[in-house]
């Protein structure tokens, strides 16, 4: 069935390192894709979206690029910072188009 | 700033109490869901509403129940928590275009303890 896949975590990484961040999806078609972030005790955040193969989502440094030869949707930001210390998901839009499938989320863990 | 809010952010409340979630939306959008996110897990589809229709999700357990008054505020009801629905609560809303892009925009959640 439908599903989203991300690296485990969590992932530790110095100020200023390079980051990303796999994800991978099965769909039939091309569905939208999604990266949120979420900060401890918050809500969702939408980061990114890509609506289209090919389609690059980018905000506040972060890029993701929509892959369809690879099913893929990977998340990388050139230098992080300790404020990007969050969970990342990964998400489609299921094919009814009604609800995101989420990946497990990663744990970005961000030192100065 | 057009937004969800959800209140309370954080609720407690006795095994077998009846609680209420509230949800509102200021960005006159025409879906509204509620998902479920228990500790280090990903959210989890309960159900949505397009407008008035209701729609379920095939595991949804029948404790878990939803009201839509109007366009911008949605309820999420527990009839009778039980220790394993101490969860983080999230609405998120989207416009409902029905041609697969739809953003959802999710608000700041609340946290359910049960006691």
């Known amino acids: 069935g439908d599903s989203v896949t991300q690296m485990e975590g969590p992932v530790t990484l110095s100020e200023e390192a390079f980051l990303t961040i796999n994800c991978t999806y099965t769909?039939?078609?091309?569905?939208?894709l999604f990266w949120y972030v979420q900060y401890p005790g918050e809500g969702l955040q939408l980061l990114l979206k890509a609506t289209k193969a090919d389609d690059k989502g980018s905000n506040k440094g972060f890029e993701a690029t929509y892959r369809k030869e690879t099913t893929s949707f990977h998340l990388e930001k050139g230098s992080v910072q300790v404020s990007d210390s969050a969970v990342y998901f990964c998400?489609?839009?299921?094919?009814?188009?009604?609800?995101?499938?989420f990946g497990k989320g990663t744990t970005l863990s961000v030192s100065s | 700033d057009a937004m969800v809010i959800q209140n309370p952010r954080y609720q407690v409340t006795q095994f077998g109490k009846p609680v209420t979630l509230s949800c509102s939306q200021t960005?006159?959008?025409?879906?509204m869901y509620w998902y479920q996110q228990k500790s280090s897990q990903a959210p989890k589809l309960l159900f949505h509403y397009y407008d008035k229709d209701f729609n379920n999700e095939a595991d949804t357990p029948d404790n878990f129940q939803s009201r839509r008054p109007n366009t911008s505020f949605c309820f999420l009801d527990i009839r009778s928590p039980g220790l394993g629905d101490a969860a983080m609560y999230l609405c998120?809303?989207?416009?409902?275009?029905?041609?697969?892009?739809?953003?959802?925009?999710f608000g700041p959640g609340t946290r359910l303890t049960v006691l």
């Open positions: 998400a489609r839009l299921n094919q009814a188009g009604t609800a995101l499938i």
């Open positions: 769909a039939t078609g091309y569905p939208s």
């Open positions: 998120a809303t989207s416009i409902g275009r029905g041609d697969g892009t739809d953003t959802q925009y």
């Open positions: 960005l006159n959008h025409n879906v």
